[in-house]
């Protein structure tokens, strides 16, 4: 049985590009260049790669990049975006669950719940966290994005879930769960034929408490956390108790 993620991202890989969190590409990939020290020497794994717009973006500004996703339609429009635009691209479909590129990548990133924490147990949101730390040179940088859990905690249960959290058209039979920090609800959408999706669907949120921890169990030396605002990321924004999803910066 397919999870509500697999589902999704079966056809939907052209209504994705036009959602409205997909628009920060620029000024994020700037941050991520940014980060790493302008190297373009170095090797890039982008997890959770979706339909490649970061990776993407980095080739054409002479990064090489490599990309994983689980889903095979929107590795497929990656590749084909990639080839209009003449950039040698490794999109590749793997889990990021079971991946190991054995310390071959000098950067990891995984924007905009690229995969973590859209799994639906603790263990396997560690998996990945592991995989993107054994994927990285000694020395190596991993930036992502993730829900914050300070967001509905600080907010009450009624507030949250009236507020539209999910980005899509429809949302139904909300729960916010305090005891795991999962969020469920019933997602009604379109595919990219126009055929209606109805998914339930259950993403994790994070404190910052258990962020650092995962990522020091996972065996990366430090980690910061900022706030993190779509296509303008800063290491000067504080995160707070308005931030829907945290920035977290971490070095092997």
């Known amino acids: 049985m397919k999870q509500w993620y697999e589902e999704l991202f079966q056809d939907y890989s052209d209504k994705y590009d036009r959602e409205s969190f997909t628009a920060g590409t620029m000024g994020e990939v700037d941050f991520i260049e940014k980060e790493s020290g302008f190297n373009k020497s170095g090797k890039i ?24 996703d689980l889903s095979e339609a929107m590795i497929t429009k990656a590749r084909n975006m990639a080839a209009e635009k003449d950039l040698k691209i490794d999109f590749r479909i793997r889990d990021a669950r079971n991946f190991n590129f054995n310390q071959s990548f000098d950067l990891a990133i995984m924007i905009c719940e690229g995969a973590f924490p859209l799994m639906e147990t603790d263990e396997m949101n560690y998996l990945i966290l592991k995989n993107a730390h054994s994927s990285l040179k000694p020395g190596g940088k991993f930036i992502f994005t993730t829900l914050n859990g300070l967001y509905p905690l600080f907010h009450s249960v009624k507030d949250f879930i009236n507020s539209g959290s999910e980005q899509g058209e429809q949302t139904s039979g909300e729960n916010f769960d305090l005891m795991t920090f ?13 055929n209606k999706i109805v998914l339930k669907c259950n993403e994790r949120y994070y404190v910052p408490s258990e962020i650092s ?14 706030g993190c605002k779509l296509g303008a990321f800063s290491r000067n924004d504080r995160l707070t108790t308005e931030d829907f999803e945290m920035l977290v910066i971490a070095v092997k």
């Open 45 to 68: 794994l982008d997890i959770g790669c979706g339909t490649g717009r970061h990776s993407i973006e980095l080739a054409r500004r002479g990064y090489t990049v490599t990309g994983i």
């Open 213 to 226: 921890w995962l990522l020091k169990s996972a065996g990366f030396r430090e980690s910061e956390i900022f």
């Open 182 to 194: 999962r969020y469920y609800s019933v997602y009604e959408t379109e595919d990219d034929k126009g």
